[in-house]
């Protein structure tokens, strides 16, 4: 019974399809390509193509054959209640001869063949029943033993089983004949068979010779079947309006010649048939309406195409009524019993049903098609539980290929094909196209039935092929290895995307990476489960029409992992442990799959180059060290960020007194010590080339902020302008004024200067806040210069570090010892130059006051050294205590330095306020070995002795100028300036050229000679000034 219902439930939801490529075959997902009927359902189809069916088959054995009008006889005892289904009446017609009145001269046709030919050409296994299995009931109605019920029993239905109720076993049996088989395949029931047989024997009195095309036969069955023969008038009512859905199906909606709206039978037929849908109509001999009805049908069915008379009517020969009642025929050839199953009558079958061509406007080539449909449907309805229904229908395709060939094909037959080709070839590719979905281990052969079937109905439909996938659509020229090749992508595409479709979302929503790392690491090892798996089951089928199955299915999976992985690279600039991890795998993954492609492609004539140029490599390596250079560049911004605060905010201020630099310095230093340690936790192989491109990144950085460090302006800032020379002479204004002890303060243009304290003051400390922030900028840079030490030691000394790749770092241990050598260079200018510039502040500034300002002013004995001294001394304490150890030594020589330029200065570029006699050499003499002593004594030997005295020899020879006599300074004078201007002797009222103020001041140079003389108080130094330069004398 479910076989029954299943078969039943088929044909009621196809002939409701409407056409088009939505409408889906019943619990398939079968497109069915015939069109739609409307108002007819399963059955209506089912029972009128058997009405047909048994009309056209009425003349041949075991329908009755020439002797059919005896079949309704009550011979033999009323025990032959009528072979084939036909019932016993009491109102029955007279029957001829014995027996059931099937076959000719009364004798039976049974079907006794022992092989099949169809089967044989289609691979169809024989059924090999024992005969008892088909065999009816001598005396039993319709040969399946079941009871008979006459159309005035009142019984309105019979169950479609009861015509298969297992019989007595006393009673004889006997074969069944063709009709028999049909009438049950077809689920015909007696009553029904037996109405049938009646009309006919009515129709075809005294026209035993009329052919079934020529024979209307709802209009028939209307005309002689009365509501006196069903079991009630519902019964009847429902009958009749099948037939009359039927006549409109074929005569109105889908007629075989084209019909005009306005033709006045077609809508006079209308009007019947919409009469009847509330009440029965009147079909008796003298009805209005049944005339009507019968001359609107005589007229529509025997249309023509050109006018001219036609020996066919056309009511059951329009597309798609006709398509659908040969299916429903075709239908009958499996077993109700086991669907799975060709009846072993097959042949016969065919043969009859052949002769229902004539009506239904069926050709050879629409039934070839036909048939491979219907045996391709048949193993989709039954669950693909019987392969070589498949085959079988790949069979009958080469038939369907030899009829497609043909020119003079019509254009309804191409319409067909096309449909029905696609249908099958559509159903066929979504499984091919997903295979990994539809098939595994147990029926992965199931592969070898269904290619063959879309390889050959792709060839037969054309050359260029458009196959429907997803959102797209893939273009193809006919070629088999370029099909397969496009459902072995596909079908990984589809399999690969199902392990991932769980885990897309949380690979797009995760933002730390962990878990999307953990995802990728799981999808690696299951993409490398599917790529095996691949291989071992379905490479060895597929490689039948696809040399390198395996190396394509590889491919692809490289692809697809590839195009994830890319997704979760996308946006990571930075590299952790996850991500390498994540890399690595894709790069092991990478291996296994080209090593496939590999071994797939070993004989194939380019040796796979092909392939594995569609495979776009992971880079992994390449990949990774992006991401480490991203990860540089990212950390090396934060050391930015920090320097440009630092220029912003700095105030160099010390954090603390036991950290006495500046506190960006901290912080720099803080992070590119963490930079470091985290660049070696990195879980991968360290090149120098990276160490390389992380040290020339933080060496940059380092650069800029020494140079930033030392921008703290320059020692020509402090220093005063030089004064302009003057002659000495006893009798000046200020000289006078000085003798009263009245302190003088000249203009701002002769640089102002103060009377000096007396011995008994005690001066204060002169260091300003200015002076000790230089101080903390030293202390910066030398702090600066120790830690880059440990970074460096950091980075030349770690094991993980590999050998350089490239060529530019390979000798580096053979040419430097540092990754921070230019950092290093540019620490030690920075620390010279502030050094220098806080030593110049510290004296021409800081110490103004009671060094240039006040040191012999006036005259020497009264304006000596000593609170220059002390305040000195004040100072380079607080300077050591502020500095750093290293720091001190450089920044205590240039204070040295600086005092000495002072003392200099003051001696020769003191201004108006500052003269010298030849005697006061020797207080200026002892004066400066006091101020060198300060230096040998202050810092433990921060500056060596010899150092000192190289440093004091240029203000040495100044002094000992100062003591000569000044004759023999003017005689220096005329010798080194002639030397220097090259002009040899001076003759007689030639005058000496005024040598050029140089600063770089010693004993040998004019200018300083000249600068001794001007500060000389001596009469003849006047003179020999007034005369050779016209320097005027002071006020």
């Known amino acids: 019974m479910n076989h029954h219902q299943r078969r039943e439930s088929f044909s009621v939801t196809i002939s409701n399809m409407g056409g088009g490529s939505?409408?889906?075959?019943?619990?398939?997902?079968?497109?069915?390509?015939?069109?739609?009927?409307?108002?007819?359902?399963?059955?209506?189809?089912?029972?009128?193509?058997?009405?047909?069916?048994?009309?056209?088959?009425?003349?041949?054995?075991?329908?009755?054959?020439?002797?059919?009008?005896?079949?309704?006889?009550?011979?033999?005892?009323?025990?032959?209640?009528g072979e084939g289904g036909g019932a016993a009446t009491s109102g029955g017609s007279p029957g001829v001869g014995s027996g059931s009145g099937f076959g000719f001269s009364g004798r039976k046709e049974v079907v006794t063949t022992p092989t099949s030919r169809v089967k044989r050409a289609l691979g169809l296994k024989m059924l090999k029943r024992s005969p008892s299995r088909r065999m009816s009931t001598i005396g039993a109605t319709g040969g399946a033993g079941t009871t008979s019920l006459s159309p005035g029993s009142g019984s309105g239905h019979v169950s479609p089983g009861a015509g298969f109720l297992t019989v007595q076993p006393s009673r004889p049996r006997r074969p069944l004949t063709s009709a028999e088989i049909m009438r049950q395949q077809m689920r015909v029931t007696e009553q029904s068979d037996s109405r049938l047989r009646k009309t006919l024997l009515r129709t075809l009195v005294g026209q035993t010779g009329r052919r079934a095309e020529t024979i209307i036969l709802p209009l028939e069955l209307l005309r002689h079947l009365k509501t006196s023969e069903f079991g009630d008038s519902n019964e009847y009512h429902v009958w009749q309006r099948r037939q009359l859905k039927v006549l409109e199906a074929g005569l109105l909606l889908h007629p075989s010649i084209p019909l005009d709206k306005t033709n006045n039978n077609a809508m006079r037929l209308r009007e019947i048939v919409r009469k009847s849908e509330n009440k029965t109509i009147d079909t008796s001999k003298t009805s209005d309406t049944m005339r009507k009805l019968c001359n609107v049908v005589v007229s529509l069915s025997w249309r023509s195409t050109n006018g001219n008379p036609?020996?066919?009517?056309?009511w059951a020969d329009g597309y798609p009524l006709n398509i659908h009642l040969y299916v429903a025929l075709l239908q009958s050839i499996f077993d109700v019993r086991d669907e799975t199953l060709v009846l072993d009558e097959i042949d016969e079958l065919l043969e009859l049903m052949k002769k229902t061509w004539s009506t239904l406007g069926i050709t050879r080539p629409v039934h070839n098609l036909c048939f491979t449909w219907v045996l391709f449907h048949q193993y989709v309805v039954t669950s693909q539980m019987e392969p070589d229904l498949l085959g079988a229908s790949h069979a009958m395709l080469a038939e369907v290929a030899n009829d497609a060939k043909k020119l003079d094909r019509e254009a309804l037959y191409v319409k067909l094909l096309t449909s029905t080709l696609a249908s099958m070839q559509g159903w066929t590719e979504k499984r091919l196209l997903s295979y990994h979905d539809y098939f595994q281990r147990g029926n992965v052969g199931l592969i070898e039935n269904l290619l063959p079937l879309a390889l050959s109905s792709s060839r037969i439909l054309g050359d260029d092929v458009t196959i429907s996938q997803g959102k797209g659509d893939v273009k193809l020229i006919d070629y088999s290895g370029d099909r397969v090749d496009v459902y072995i992508r596909a079908s990984i595409k589809t399999a690969f995307s199902k392990v991932i479709e769980n885990t897309k979302a949380k690979i797009a929503a995760t933002e730390e990476g962990e878990e999307a790392a953990a995802t990728l690491l799981q999808l690696a090892k299951e993409t490398e489960e599917l790529a095996l798996r691949e291989r071992e089951c379905f490479s060895p089928i597929l490689k039948r029409w696809h040399s390198v199955a395996a190396g394509v299915a590889s491919v692809s999976l490289h692809q697809c992992y590839g195009s994830i992985l890319m997704q979760y690279l996308a946006g990571r600039s930075f590299i952790s442990r996850d991500t390498v991890d994540v890399l690595q795998t894709a790069g092991k993954l990478e291996k296994v799959l080209v090593q496939m492609v590999a071994e797939d492609t070993e004989e194939c004539d380019d040796g796979g180059k092909g392939l594995v140029r569609e495979m776009v490599p992971y880079e992994v390596d390449s990949i990774i060290l992006r991401l480490i250079r991203q990860w540089i560049e990212e950390k090396l911004k934060g050391v930015q960020e920090c320097l440009f605060r630092a220029k912003e905010t700095e105030t160099w201020n010390p954090k603390s007194k036991s950290e006495p630099y500046a506190q960006s310095a901290g912080e720099m230093m803080k992070l590119a010590k963490d930079i470091i340690d985290e660049f070696f936790e990195i879980p991968i192989g360290i090149t120098e080339d990276l160490v390389y491109d992380l040290?020339?990144?933080?060496?940059?950085?380092?650069?800029?902020?020494?140079?930033?460090?030392?921008?703290?302006g320059s020692r020509q800032s402090y220093i005063p302008t030089?004064?302009?020379?003057?002659?000495?002479?006893?009798?000046s204004r200020f000289l006078k004024l000085w003798k009263r002890a009245t302190p003088c303060t000249a203009s701002g243009k002769d640089f102002s200067h103060t009377a000096p304290p007396s011995d008994g003051h005690h001066p204060r400390p002169s260091t300003s806040r200015g002076t000790q922030r230089l101080y903390i900028r030293l202390n910066?840079?030398?702090?600066?210069?120790?830690?880059?030490?440990?970074?460096?030691?950091?980075?030349?000394?770690?094991?993980?570090?590999?050998?350089?790749?490239?060529k530019r770092y390979r000798h580096r241990n053979n040419n430097t010892s540092s990754y921070f050598d230019f950092t290093y260079a540019g620490i030690e200018s920075a620390c010279q130059h502030v050094s220098e510039v806080a030593a110049y502040r510290l004296i021409f500034l800081d110490s103004n006051s009671v060094f240039y300002e006040s040191l012999y002013i006036g005259d020497v004995t009264n304006s000596r050294i000593r609170p220059a001294l002390r305040v000195t001394k004040?100072?380079?304490?607080?300077?050591?205590?502020?500095?750093?150890?290293?720091?001190?030594?450089?920044?205590?020589?240039?204070?040295?330095?600086?005092?000495?330029?002072?003392?200099?200065?003051?001696?020769?570029?003191?201004?108006?306020?500052?003269?010298?006699?030849?005697?006061?050499?020797?207080?200026?003499?002892?004066?400066?070995?006091?101020?060198?002593?300060?230096?040998?004594?202050?810092?433990?030997?921060?500056?060596?002795?010899?150092?000192?005295?190289?440093?004091?020899?240029?203000?040495?020879?100044?002094?000992?100028?100062?003591?000569?006599?000044?004759?023999?300074?003017?005689?220096?004078?005329?010798?080194?300036t002639c030397e220097t201007s090259g002009m040899g002797m001076v003759g007689p009222g030639h005058k000496l050229p005024m040598p050029p103020t140089t600063g770089r001041w010693n004993r040998s140079d004019a200018n300083t000679i000249l600068r001794v003389l001007c500060h000389r108080n001596d009469r003849v130094a006047n003179r020999f000034l007034k005369k050779s330069f016209q320097l005027p004398k002071r006020r």
């Open 695 to 712: 040290a020339e990144g933080l060496e940059q950085l380092f650069q800029e902020y020494t140079t930033f460090v030392a921008s703290c």
């Open 310 to 314: 036609s020996d066919v009517c056309h």
């Open 874 to 976: 004040q100072n380079l304490t607080l300077m050591s205590a502020i500095l750093a150890d290293r720091a001190q030594a450089l920044a205590m020589r240039e204070v040295m330095k600086s005092s000495f330029e002072a003392f200099l200065m003051v001696l020769l570029a003191g201004g108006y306020s500052r003269v010298f006699y030849r005697s006061d050499h020797g207080l200026i003499e002892e004066d400066f070995e006091n101020l060198k002593r300060v230096f040998c004594t202050c810092g433990e030997g921060l500056i060596p002795e010899e150092v000192v005295d190289r440093d004091a020899e240029i203000v040495e020879g100044v002094i000992q100028l100062m003591s000569q006599p000044t004759e023999q300074l003017m005689e220096d004078f005329s010798i080194v």
């Open 22 to 81: 939505t409408v889906v075959c019943p619990n398939t997902d079968l497109l069915w390509p015939f069109g739609k009927l409307s108002g007819l359902d399963g059955n209506d189809i089912r029972e009128t193509a058997y009405e047909i069916f048994f009309t056209a088959c009425r003349s041949s054995p075991g329908f009755g054959g020439k002797t059919a009008l005896t079949f309704y006889s009550t011979h033999n005892n009323n025990d032959n209640h």
């Open 722 to 731: 030089l004064p302009p020379l003057t002659r000495c002479n006893r009798d």
């Open 780 to 806: 910066t840079l030398h702090f600066l210069s120790s830690h880059i030490h440990s970074l460096n030691k950091a980075l030349s000394l770690n094991p993980k570090v590999l050998p350089a790749t490239r």
